[in-house]
């Protein structure tokens, strides 16, 4: 078993949340033009937002954009400076920081919203 | 060989780039500028008749505020366009993502190209109809 | 002090694989080769591993020691910090024998980059000239020895080993930035490739990984951005 | 199986790659056929640099290194030889920079340049920057230079085939047998012309710089069809090998300005001032030749001022100081032997001195040739056809009693070049010839005897008594008494050998077996080594006779030349020293 290092959970987690998002995509597409067909089918959307187990994913979500926008600005760093390239670890463990700070306020923002 | 990946190097890292900074402004818009504050859209472009007609179907059933609401920004035309864009970028980057990971396990010749293939199609279907979804859209037909 | 040492081992290339264990008495200074080239001497001679220089130079020795890719004669007891030590063949690649594993498709892939000197100019009577600048760009690179830690460490090599892989991009990258040579075109069609550089996710394994301390991530960091440009 | 080529190349060392370089050139059909990978050989390890009189950094003529090498070699060197090896450095340096290769540069962008051991100005003025470096890794870029070219022409490589004897036909050579080590099947490599650049037999001693593939297989496979050997007792012991590793700290070291240093001179590490070698070589100091420095640093040993002040030269060591250097130097122009100290011996050159004692290093001695490369069958040169060697497999004889630094990288490019230009002029009109049935029969016995022999000797513990008794009683420095020993010893282990048995009985990859094979090798090259070192009666170069501590140009100017006789007889032989431009003189620096 090789050893699995900060960069390589990055890189897997990167897949992972990127694949939640795309999934998400998919319903999101759907549900506007679910939306868009007049208050009634909008506000069933809406009511299905509400329910702990869709909060529950939209939180998730937060957490799976965080992460992934933030550590793909980083890979866009690291991959067009040098200067980036050098402290690679520093601004790995940065990301990891700045997205779980976010994902926490944002986190209990977002489930205590009506 | 005609297979390449420099562009859509490229392109990914461009469309992730712009999809960090769109993704803020509509997570912001629809989550934080949700609800009264948002009245005030005649600025960017809304015309004040169609925006007083929703607001008067908005006040004839209360219960349905946050639908006028959301419609009215839906509808205005520099919206359309960033929800056009927002929807391009998001397809292709998310999309591309998928491919992408295709080519980093599926090895096989012939499974590669077809799932690749296969990919970008289902973009498409999701792209056309996100894009006709924004496009037609249009509150006054309630 | 004491040690508890498993090794992989395989009969030949077609046969089942389980470990063996041994403990052994060793330094804390001994380097992972000496101390298995005695298991071989004392204990079961049929132990089959690869060795040359024994000191970091040839790449003959490169295998997994304790979950990273390292040379065994480049390890010593203390860098493990552990008193097990497992030692496995290269990931990713045929195993042979035991440790041994078939090298053939990393002098392949080597191949295909072009992996020589591809003048830019005629010879002129005495050397072509360079500044110490326009060859510290590339010297890190020169560094590489190709014992395969660096592709064998990449999770892009292990589930593609159709891709270039780090070793082989290291190779493009020091003949791309020599400043006397003139086979860019060349390469960039091979390096431009779906398995080509763009199956590199800035891991960083193959860094980790690698013996002779280059820094092969930058490296095809600055092969991406070069080839972006250039296309 | 049965491969046919118009010239096999054996070994893929400098040597090797050059010569099978030069020959897919000349559009022939080339193989190389060598025990390891390409790149995995010892060429890679050398550090320092190669010889040549560019003058690019400062004056310097072919004409001096000719000398520097004569001098060097304790005028046992051939002068045609040297002449030739001191002109062609320039153009083979030259033409390696046009293969690529990436020396450091000077800041006019020429090929940079620093002084090395042995090498000066003006026939011993001062010393001269005369090796050009890439950093201290030239070997490694050396190697992967005509590797890369290799690769470019499309040289076939036969890897892992370890080649264990010679097709011979009434002095003619057509081919070579080897044994697959994937398969453990045996090979027969049918040609028109064979090239050995098969390398040396470090690992002869206990204590050496060498890698462990070292074994001396390219001269064992040919003194035992009846080849002669060439000067065998010449062995160089390299000054500073990191202490109890052997592993090489380059010349480099102190042609940047490094310093040995004893126990009395402790005060003085990171000053910059002289230190015992001063004494002993005023002119140069530390940048004398390698078998001065070495018994130099034998000498404090025993005189209890080594750093331990025990006198025993088997444990005690002395100090390398680099430390005045400063962290640019050592980082920039010596990353490689900082790196080892750093990861071997937990020291950091920039700080402390490097603990350092003489490490087997070179064959002055091998498979006699003439200046084509072309192996001589007896002392009065006459050459058996179809048979090519250089490197340090072969005795031209360029290194004479002692090599210089730097002369080694010279002489696998020169010679590789030249034996491929004389190989593809005799390829010409050479023939493929008939062989005889069974060829194979000779190896396949040996290989049958080690699998299924009923003795219970170890090659591991034979080994080591061959390697402790070599190191103690054919080191720096010998008697008759000690190469007596070394040479009973050497031959009870030789029967002792014949009681060897490997125990795995696999095709795939044993290992064992092929140790038990170099293993023989060895002791026959070990064998040679004590018998060649106890007749010559004089100290000449890294040859130092404590009973006979002159040198003697009456009765030894001249090769030495052994031959197999029998089990554990050989017969000697002489060949006059070519001398032309130079005198022997006493030689002092």
């Not at chain 4, 090796?131 to 490589?157: P, S, W």
Request: with cysteine; aromatic share 10%; hydrophobic share 40%.
């Amino acid at each position: 078993m090789y050893k699995i290092r900060a960069d390589m959970i990055s890189w897997i987690l990167h897949k992972i949340t990127g694949f939640a998002i795309v999934s998400f995509l998919i319903f999101h597409i759907w549900g506007m033009s679910q939306m868009s067909k007049g208050p009634d089918a909008f506000n069933a959307v809406i009511e299905a937002y509400k329910t702990p187990l869709f909060k529950f994913g939209e939180v998730l979500l937060l957490g799976a954009i965080l992460f992934h926008g933030l550590n793909g600005m980083r890979i866009i760093l690291g991959e067009f400076t040098r200067w980036a390239m050098d402290r690679h670890r520093l601004l790995l463990v940065l990301t990891y920081m700045i997205a779980g700070t976010l994902f926490i306020i944002g986190g209990i923002a977002l489930w205590r919203a009506e | 060989m005609s297979s390449r990946g420099s562009k859509g190097w490229l392109l990914q890292r461009i469309s992730g780039a712009l999809l960090f900074i769109t993704l803020g402004v509509h997570f912001y818009i629809y989550h934080y500028f949700m609800g009264p504050g948002m009245w005030g859209f005649e600025s960017i472009g809304y015309g004040a008749n169609d925006l007083e007609t929703l607001r008067l179907m908005a006040e004839s059933d209360p219960t349905q505020a946050r639908f006028y609401a959301l419609a009215s920004l839906f509808a205005a035309p520099v919206w359309k366009v960033f929800d056009i864009l927002f929807i391009t970028l998001g397809c292709y980057h998310g999309f591309y993502g998928i491919v992408a990971n295709i080519e980093d396990m599926v090895t096989h010749p012939t499974w590669r190209p077809v799932l690749s293939w296969l990919t970008y199609f289902a973009a498409f279907i999701l792209w056309v109809m996100g894009v006709v979804t924004v496009i037609s859209f249009n509150p006054q037909l309630f | 002090m004491q040690v508890t040492v498993e090794i992989y081992r395989q009969e030949a290339h077609s046969g089942a694989s389980h470990f063996d264990t041994f403990v052994r008495e060793v330094d804390p200074t001994d380097q992972i080769l000496d101390v298995i080239m005695e298991i071989k001497d004392d204990v079961d001679g049929s132990l089959a591993f690869r060795k040359s220089c024994a000191h970091g130079v040839c790449g003959s020795d490169a295998m997994q020691i304790n979950g990273m890719n390292r040379l065994a004669c480049q390890t010593l007891i203390q860098d493990l910090k552990s008193d097990r030590i497992r030692i496995e063949p290269l990931k990713g690649m045929k195993v042979l024998r035991d440790l041994i594993v078939d090298m053939d498709p990393f002098f392949e892939s080597l191949a295909k980059v072009k992996p020589y000197f591809i003048p830019k100019t005629t010879a002129p009577a005495a050397e072509r000239k360079q500044t110490i600048e326009e060859r510290a760009r590339f010297d890190d690179t020169t560094k590489c020895i190709m014992c395969a830690a660096c592709t064998t460490s990449c999770p892009s090599f292990w589930s593609n080993d159709n891709y270039l892989g780090p070793a082989t991009l290291v190779k493009a990258h020091r003949f791309i930035f020599d400043s006397r040579d003139g086979g860019d075109r060349e390469r960039l069609e091979v390096l431009d490739d779906r398995d080509g550089l763009w199956r590199c996710h800035s891991i960083y394994n193959c860094t980790d990984a690698c013996p002779r301390d280059i820094e092969i991530t930058k490296a095809i960091g600055d092969l991406k951005r070069y080839t972006v440009a250039q296309r | 199986m049965i491969h046919k080529f118009d010239a096999i190349v054996v070994g893929a060392g400098g040597a090797g790659l050059r010569c099978a370089l030069e020959l897919t050139e000349q559009n022939y059909n080339v193989a190389v056929v060598s025990k390891l990978y390409p790149v995995r050989s010892h060429t890679g390890a050398a550090q320092g640099g190669i010889g040549a009189a560019l003058g690019s950094e400062e004056e310097d003529h072919p004409e001096w290194h000719m000398f520097d090498t004569v001098k060097g070699s304790d005028y046992l060197g051939d002068q045609d030889a040297i002449e030739i090896l001191a002109n062609e450095a320039v153009e083979a340096v030259m033409e390696l920079e046009h293969f690529g290769l990436p020396f450091n540069r000077t800041k006019e962008g020429k090929i940079a340049q620093r002084p090395f051991g042995g090498h000066t100005r003006a026939f011993g003025e001062a010393p001269v920057k005369r090796a050009c470096y890439a950093a201290d890794r030239t070997g490694h870029m050396i190697l992967h230079t005509l590797f890369e070219q290799c690769v470019k022409n499309k040289v076939r490589f036969f890897n892992e085939f370890y080649v264990l004897d010679l097709i011979l036909k009434d002095d003619v050579c057509f081919g070579v047998i080897a044994y697959e080590l994937a398969t453990g099947e045996l090979h027969v490599f049918q040609s028109k012309v064979v090239f050995l650049g098969t390398g040396g037999y470090g690992r002869v001693f206990s204590i050496t710089s060498n890698a462990h593939a070292l074994t001396g297989d390219g001269m064992a496979i040919a003194f035992r069809r009846g080849l002669p050997l060439e000067d065998m007792e010449f062995v160089q012991f390299h000054p500073t090998g990191l202490r109890k590793l052997g592993i090489l700290v380059s010349e480099a070291a102190r042609g940047e300005g490094g310093i040995l240093r004893n126990r009395e001179d402790l005060d003085n590490i990171g000053t910059g001032k002289d230190g015992f070698m001063a004494a002993v070589a005023p002119t140069v100091k530390d940048l004398a030749p390698r078998d001065m420095v070495s018994r130099a640093i034998y000498n404090e040993i025993k005189a209890g001022r080594g750093i331990m002040g025990t006198g025993d030269t088997g444990s005690d060591y002395i100090y390398l100081d680099l430390v005045h250097l400063g962290a640019k130097v050592i980082n920039e122009k010596l990353p490689d032997i900082s790196h080892f100290a750093r990861k071997y011996l937990a020291v950091e050159p920039i700080k402390e001195p490097i603990p350092v004692q003489p490490t087997a290093h070179y064959a002055m001695g091998g498979l006699p040739t003439d200046n084509d490369g072309r192996v001589l069958k007896d002392a009065a040169a006459n050459p058996v056809e179809g048979l090519y060697a250089a490197g340090e497999v072969a005795c031209v004889s360029v290194h004479g009693a002692n090599r210089l630094g730097t002369n080694s990288l010279v002489d696998i490019v020169v010679f590789g070049r030249r034996a491929a230009r004389d190989m593809s002029r005799y390829l010409k009109d050479a023939e493929f010839e008939e062989i005889d049935a069974d060829p194979e029969a000779f190896v396949a016995g040996e290989i049958d005897r080690l699998k299924n022999g009923s003795g219970n000797e170890k090659v591991a513990d034979l080994r080591k008594e061959m390697q402790s008794v070599m190191m103690s009683k054919s080191g720096v420095y010998r008697t008759e008494e000690n190469l007596e020993e070394a040479r009973k010893t050497v031959l009870e282990l030789r029967r002792r050998y014949q009681q060897v048995s490997v125990k795995d009985s696999s095709l795939y990859f044993n290992t064992e077996l092929v140790e038990a094979i170099e293993l023989g090798h060895l002791l026959d090259v070990a064998w040679t080594i004590a018998e060649s070192a106890l007749q010559r009666t004089e100290s000449r170069g890294a040859h130092s006779r404590v009973d006979y501590p002159d040198r003697d140009d009456k009765q030894w100017l001249k090769h030495t030349f052994i031959r197999k006789l029998g089990d554990d007889k050989v017969e000697f032989d002489y060949k006059p020293v070519v001398i032309t431009k130079f005198q022997p003189k006493p030689r002092v620096y």
